[in-house]
Nanobody, 119 residues
Framework: QVQLAESGGGLVRPGGSLRLSCAAS????????MGWFRQAPGKEREFVAAIAFNSISTHYADSAKGRFIISRDNRKNMVFLQLDNLKPEDTAVYFC????????????WGQGTQVTVSS
C-alpha cells in the first residue's frame, strides 16, 4: 500500500498558477500509476490527469489539456500537477490518487488540497 499526502493548494486569481505536490510513501511507490482528481462543491469527483509509473505516458481530461501538466520524480516519490491559466471553474479540492500498474481501479487516495480561483 502507498500513502499519499497533497500540498500546494491555495487562493489564486484567475489566470494565475499553482503547483500541487503529492508525496507518496510506502513500499514500491514508484511502481504505481499516479493521478490527480478534483471535486467541486456539489459535484462528483472527476479525473484531471494521470501519469505512468515510468512517466512514459500522460493523460489529461479535456478541461486540463493545454493548461495543466502532470509530472513525477520517482527518486523522491513525488508527483506534481502544474496548474496554469487557472479559471474560477477550476475551484475544487484536488486529490492525489494511485493505482498499481495494470489495475483499472484507483485504490489509494490522499486527503485533498483546496484550490480556489477567485478575484
Amino acid at each position: 500500500q502507498v500513502q499519499l499526502a497533497e500540498s500546494g493548494g491555495g487562493l489564486v486569481r484567475p489566470g494565475g498558477s499553482l503547483r500541487l505536490s503529492c508525496a507518496a510513501s510506502g513500499r514500491a511507490a514508484s511502481n504505481y500509476v499516479m493521478g490527480w482528481f478534483r471535486q467541486a462543491p456539489g459535484k462528483e469527483r472527476e479525473f484531471v490527469a494521470a501519469i505512468a509509473f515510468n512517466s512514459i505516458s500522460t493523460h489529461y481530461a479535456d478541461s486540463a489539456k493545454g493548461r495543466f501538466i502532470i509530472s513525477r520524480d520517482n527518486r523522491k516519490n513525488m508527483v506534481f500537477l502544474q496548474l496554469d491559466n487557472l479559471k474560477p471553474e477550476d475551484t475544487a479540492v484536488y486529490f492525489c490518487a494511485a493505482k498499481w500498474r495494470g489495475n483499472e481501479d484507483w485504490t489509494n487516495w490522499g486527503q485533498g488540497t483546496q484550490v480556489t480561483v477567485s478575484s
